[in-house]
């Protein structure tokens, strides 16, 4: 037991790719709390997060030829599919225009992540433990952008319905976005 | 200038708040521009992803898990036929890829075919009819030209090399179980054949003991009465 917890996630996803559903216990156990936090936090309702999640891990089991071995990067793989799987939750349940049907290319065209083939794998223990770092910056950008920032990555709004919704000019939405992310950048990745 | 501007359309893009307009002009950059940052894309990508590192993360409960299990599980033969059905179509159509699949006695590693996902993403225009619609991480166009490369081959086979190995050592230690069980019983067999040869040892040398006292005591009679007679016969003689 303790041997298998000391696997890697690249390790892990590669004995997934082989349907080994012991694999994929323990991926479950290793992302289960932070996916279902980013899940919940999307659709605000504990019954559909769990929803969610469960479809997450189907997801995962099914489109594992999807993954990258190359770049590795089973963090941002997992936390992308997660996002973009509760933001599609949440627009269904808002019955918003022009939603597709859900079917599996739907699902390898918008709930896939399509990484860089450039990505560094990043690692899920190091993340966790600078979560309060990465609370403290954003904590640090202007109300505004912060907002911006959640509007955009929590809720699934494009720019014009933000602009919309805070009755700013398109061109705000953008650069508000952009000098958040300049900012996160500078004081996450080259602090 | 151009730099600038593909690193703003990319935090746009990475954040999932981008236009379609935007999304067009990205992938278009992407396909034609040979020094597009796709390092930055990256970092881009893996800071967008750090995000919820800040929320107060939250365990679902232990049901959670048996439900996940049951699902997949209900899913485990339908994947399996699905695969199945697949596969020939593959080998004919992309024949680089490298597909694991598990057979009945484990997991074997075959050969067909290319990803198209990347390809198709790329060559298709964005789909932004959507208003709100998730990220879209648009992969690298240097994927486009050249077919994505294999599953890495050493991890490949290095989970080959454990599955096999953990495998071999069931079967192994399921066959010393059962040699040691044999040799248990036939030791035991063993035992008992001695104990019911001592047993019928003893019991036949001990009869065999009494008959042949009781044949001394014949005899002996016998030799007692023919001395009898034959002193009667001197006497009577």
Not at chain 2, 37 to 44: A, S, V
Not at chain 2, 117 to 142: C, F, N, R, Y
Request: proline share 4%; charged share 30%.
């Amino acid at each position: 037991m303790a041997e298998k917890s000391k696997m890697s996630d690249s390790e892990l996803m590669l004995k997934v790719a082989g349907y080994d559903s012991k694999a994929l216990e323990q991926l479950y156990d290793r992302y289960s709390p932070i996916l279902y936090t980013l899940i919940k936090r999307i659709v605000d309702d504990k019954e559909v997060a769990k929803e969610v999640l469960s479809d997450v891990f189907v997801i995962i089991w099914k489109k594992i030829d999807h993954f990258d071995f190359k770049t590795n990067n089973v963090y941002t793989w997992l936390i992308t599919i997660a996002r973009n799987k509760a933001i599609d939750t949440l627009n269904r349940s808002l019955q918003k225009e022009g939603i597709e049907d859900y079917n599996d290319k739907y699902e390898e065209e918008k709930i896939l992540p399509k990484l860089s083939n450039s990505i560094s794998p990043l690692n899920l223990e190091q993340i966790l433990n600078n979560g309060e770092k990465v609370k403290d910056i954003i904590n640090s950008l202007t109300e505004a952008q912060r907002y911006v920032l959640e509007l955009s990555y929590y809720e699934g709004l494009n720019e014009k319905a933000i602009a919309k919704k805070l009755k700013i000019p398109l061109p705000t939405v953008k650069s508000k976005l952009q000098l958040a992310l300049g900012i996160l950048q500078q004081k996450l990745v080259f602090d | 200038m151009e730099g600038k501007k593909q690193i703003e359309l990319i935090k746009l893009s990475t954040i999932g708040c981008i236009s379609e307009e935007d999304q067009a002009s990205l992938t278009s950059l992407m396909v034609e521009d040979e020094n597009f940052p796709w390092k930055e894309l990256g970092e881009f990508q893996n800071l967008v992803a750090l995000l919820p590192s800040a929320l107060v993360i939250e365990t679902p409960s232990w049901e959670l898990k048996d439900k996940v299990a049951k699902k997949l599980y209900e899913l485990r033969d339908e994947i399996k036929s699905q695969k199945e059905e697949e596969k020939p179509v593959e080998e004919t159509a992309i024949p680089t890829e490298q597909m694991v699949e598990e057979s009945e006695e484990g997991i074997t590693f075959e050969s067909n075919g290319a990803d198209t996902i990347e390809s198709d993403s790329l060559q298709a225009p964005p789909h932004k009819k959507i208003p709100d619609e998730p990220i879209l991480e648009t992969k690298s166009g240097v994927e486009k030209s050249k077919p994505r490369e294999p599953l890495n081959k050493e991890l490949i086979e290095k989970t080959t090399k454990e599955y096999i190995s953990t495998y071999f050592v069931k079967e192994i230690g399921s066959t010393q179980k059962s040699i040691k069980k044999s040799f248990l019983l036939s030791l035991v067999l063993f035992i008992v054949v001695l104990l019911l040869i001592a047993f019928m040892y003893f019991k036949f040398s001990g009869d065999l003991d009494s008959k042949q006292e009781e044949i001394d005591v014949l005899k002996n009679r016998l030799g007692i009465s023919y001395l009898e007679g034959n002193l009667k016969k001197i006497d009577s003689v």
